[in-house]
């Protein structure tokens, strides 16, 4: 290839100005037909690249057509519940994880504010009482046919709420 | 599955479970004969409640036998029906947490007759004792529930 040629070239893709050399008319034909050369093939090559997609889609498709037509369509309760738990999984996983602080601040708060103790007073017998103890709340309390009365005893194995009645007849007959 | 999804479960149901407990209370309970003899005599299982039946009311007599015994569950808002040697008792859980229980315990004689109804809130784990005379001698329900 001559150098003049490749000046020639060099205008045609427009690299460089060489019109002067233009004044020569084979030079004329020649950089005409370098550029119908390059518009063939950049329409060869963007038909090449528009082929390819078209040809992977087409692909794809079969491939899908394919798995729909083999695989039978899964139902029922189990399928339905999992298939929740895999949508809503960053739900589910936010829930737990907010059970789990308010749980940790419960267990938490329940170890600091835990249970006083003091020892019962006056005999010494060393019987622990909680200080919040509290006792057996009496709501409601019906004897019929006898007097009731309620005690609290307290020693070493705990306290204990005792609801005795005496029958009527007894309380007559005392 | 991926296994973290078995592990969130796995916690929900966890920590799901105390909540369904609080629907529970176990209970023990004891049916005693009270009366008075030459020698004073007490049934090993009456142990935990040795001292205690020792007080009044209950110093009145020295002889204490077990008549009845057992265990049961009490689930919210479902009475439970204890059938005593002498009579029988109705136990009822109202409500609970963690340290009360909201009872209702009737007891009848064993003619039938009520004797108790009562409505109360205990702690957990105490013992509850419901006498009556029954001529010279008592007659106790003991129960504690958790």
Redesign the interface.
Known sequence: MKNHDIELMEHADGERDHADRLRDPVARQKVDAIGELGELVRGHLELSADAVPAARFEQIWDKVDKEIATKPARSGLWFGI?TW??RY?GH??T??VS??AV?ALALVLRTTHGETTAKGGGGGNGNVIPVS??????????????D??V?N?Q?????????????ED?VEGI | ?SG??WL??A??LG?AAPALADDKAECDYLEISASSGKDAAMDGALK?????LK???FSSWNVFHTLASGHLTLVKDKPATVKLKQGGATLLLRDRSDK?L?LTITIDDAGG???????????A?????????VGDNGHILALTCK
């Not at chain 1, 020693?155 to 029958?167: K, Q």
């Not at chain 2, 935990?48 to 205690?52: A, F, G, R, V």
Request: hydrophobic content about 35%; glycine content about 8%; cysteine-free.
């Open positions: 999992t738990f895999e999984r589910v996983v829930g737990v059970a789990g749980a103890y509290r006792p057996t709340e009496i709501e409601s309390l019906d004897t019929p046919g006898g009731s009365t005690f005893l020693d070493e194995d705990g306290p204990a709420t005792v609801i005795w009645v005496t029958p007894t | 599955m973290r999804f969130a479960l916690f929900v920590t935990p409640l040795e001292k205690k007080k009044p009311p009360r909201e007759k009520r004797v108790l109804d009562n409505k109360q809130s205990a702690n784990g105490e013992w509850l004792l419901f006498g009556q005379n």
